[in-house]
């Protein structure tokens, strides 16, 4: 029978630097993950998607709040979560004085595998993380995004009930990140759990069967990335670049969301040929295309997830 991988009760996270204020990273937040499903945590920098994933992987003591690992309480005994657990830090980086074969099954004999299934298992993840080729070089000669997927093969060789990931994709090329999408997905095929982080929306799109928008140390929003975009009440985005010169008139076709000078609004698509007439009129350039989650992101958190400011 299956049941909940992860559950999180109120989780809050008060950090105190020396010597600056208390930064609140996560104030509240509750969420549950069943067994086999693929979570993504969406946000932009600073939101509190790297506090919540160390907290959940018994990495960083929360303030308050209570934290449940496969029914056992993660945060009054992290050792008895560990086993079950896989984690691929933000940022980590594979030991440089190893090789890639080296790192994947020295970790997998020390998480206490038998030499036969660490050498399998280390063989299948590289092949599948496209590493076969350079499984040999130390680690230190190896570019950032083969490094990265280095850190990302050794946490999928574990096949851990619990994976969590923190931005497992940066620094990939396109075909790689569509590499890891996939050996994630025959993972959890198998009946692992996946928590990831991410601020691309196409992974958090394609890979994830839930999507939590975090902002400010607080969950927005929730579902699927197909009921987030319905929520937007309409199938299809008319973008006007410049928009927001005429946007009480964009208004009037269905929701508005504010992109720097640009203007997405979302409508029917019985009226977007009179919505590009109005764009025509007012010179200002405009593109069709499908309602996207960037959208939905837009409305929930007000700035886009790539904005600087
Ligand atoms: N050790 C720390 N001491 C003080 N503040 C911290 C510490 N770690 C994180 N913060 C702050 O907590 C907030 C949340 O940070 P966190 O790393 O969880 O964000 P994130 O969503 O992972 O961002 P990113 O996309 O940049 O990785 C930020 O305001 C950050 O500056
Ligand atoms: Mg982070």
Do not use: C
Not at 25 to 49: M, P
Not at 66 to 79: H, L, N, Q
Not at 102 to 117: I, N
Not at 167 to 178: K, N, S, V
Request: charged fraction near 25%; aromatic fraction near 6%; charge should be neutral.
């Amino acid at each position: 029978m299956s049941g909940d991988a992860l559950v999180a009760a109120d989780v809050r996270k008060v950090y105190r630097p020396r010597n600056a204020s208390p930064v609140e990273a996560l104030s509240g937040v509750s969420l549950s993950i069943a067994e086999g499903q693929r979570v993504a945590l969406l946000g932009r920098n600073g939101a509190g998607k790297t506090t919540f994933l160390r907290i959940a992987s018994t990495l960083l003591a929360p303030t308050s709040g209570r934290v449940e690992v496969f029914g056992k309480d993660a945060i009054a005994s992290p050792e008895s979560v560990r086993p079950f657990i896989a984690v691929v830090p933000q940022e980590g980086k594979p030991f440089f004085h190893l090789t890639p074969r080296e790192q994947a099954y020295t970790y997998l004999r020390a998480r206490g595998f038998s030499r036969g299934t660490a050498k399998d298992r280390t063989e299948s993840a590289l092949a599948q993380m496209g590493l076969t080729e350079v499984a040999d070089r130390l680690s230190i000669t190896l570019s950032g995004g083969q490094r990265q997927r280095v850190m990302v093969a050794t946490v999928i060789a574990t096949e851990a009930p619990l994976l969590f990931l923190d931005e497992p994709t940066i620094g990939m090329d396109p075909f790689a990140r569509r590499e890891v999408w996939e050996s994630l997905r025959n993972l959890t095929r198998k009946g692992s759990t996946l928590l990831l982080t991410t601020h691309y929306l196409d992974e958090a799109e394609t890979l994830s069967q839930r999507v939590y928008i975090i902002d400010r140390g607080k969950l927005l929003a929730a579902g699927t990335a197909e009921e987030l975009k319905q929520s937007m009440g309409g199938t299809l985005r008319v973008s006007v670049t410049g928009g927001r010169a005429i946007l009480p008139e964009l208004g009037t076709f269905g929701p508005t969301v504010q992109d720097g000078e640009s203007v997405h609004v979302v409508t029917d698509p019985s009226r977007v040929q009179e919505l590009l007439a109005l764009a025509m009129r007012a010179k200002l350039p405009a593109t069709v295309g499908p309602v996207s989650l960037e959208e939905a992101f837009l409305r929930v958190v007000g700035r886009s997830i790539d904005d600087e400011s």
